[in-house]
């Protein structure tokens, strides 16, 4: 039976329906694999992060409340894993995701890079430049508000920052990315780092 919405499909796998279970994964499994290869590059690392997460959700099921959404719960879920690997990995370093000092990565996906052989060498060379401008913090606020469409308060809760920080951040990573690109480029932007 397939589910009407998100919160239908979240109550079947809480009462231990597999195929729901198997559902919800399958729906979140990719944008968290993205979302983790631009926090840590080892794809292993980032896939054992996301089985951890998928099995303590099964297995913790019962306790679960309905979040208001799957995607940036599972979003939070995998950053503090990845998080926890990254500071077990450092030996207790006092070091967190929520700091700048890790290099957020804005990588087109595997697909948009078959979708990149078309697109003029110069352009993807201006567009590269423009994000390198940007800080760690300012690409990961952008792809999660753009890309997960997460709101601010989400953004806010995820990355432990405040909503005026936030919505800063936002604003000028949107500032540097116009004048470096200028007006023309900006739309060309979107649709090589977000398609």
Excluded at 9 to 31: C, I, N, S, T
Excluded at 81 to 87: D, F, G, I, S
Excluded at 126 to 131: D, K, P, T, Y
Excluded at 164 to 172: E, L
Aim: with cysteine; hydrophobic share 40%.
């Amino acid at each position: 039976m397939p589910y009407q919405s998100e919160t239908e499909l979240w109550a079947a796998f809480q009462r231990g329906d597999e195929r729901a279970f198997r559902q919800v994964y399958g729906a979140h499994f990719r944008p968290l694999m993205n979302y983790g290869l631009r926090l840590c590059n080892s794809v292993a690392v980032v896939e054992d992060g996301i089985q951890d997460l998928f099995l303590e959700l099964w297995q913790y099921r019962l306790r679960l409340t309905q979040p208001q959404s799957v995607r940036f719960y599972l979003l939070r879920g995998l950053r503090n894993r990845l998080a926890a690997h990254l500071r077990q990995s450092l030996n207790s370093r006092e070091l967190s995701l929520n700091e700048d000092a890790y290099p957020f990565a804005l990588e087109a996906s595997s697909e948009q890079r078959w979708i990149d052989l078309d697109v003029d060498e110069a352009l993807r060379y201006r567009i590269r430049h423009a994000l390198d401008q940007l800080t760690p913090r300012q690409r990961e606020i952008l792809y999660l508000r753009y890309f997960n469409d997460l709101s601010y308060e989400q953004i806010c809760e995820l990355l432990g920052i405040n909503y005026q920080s936030a919505r800063s951040q936002v604003y000028q990573a949107l500032k540097v990315l116009r004048q470096r690109l200028g007006p023309e480029f900006f739309g060309m932007l979107a649709a090589y780092v977000w398609i």
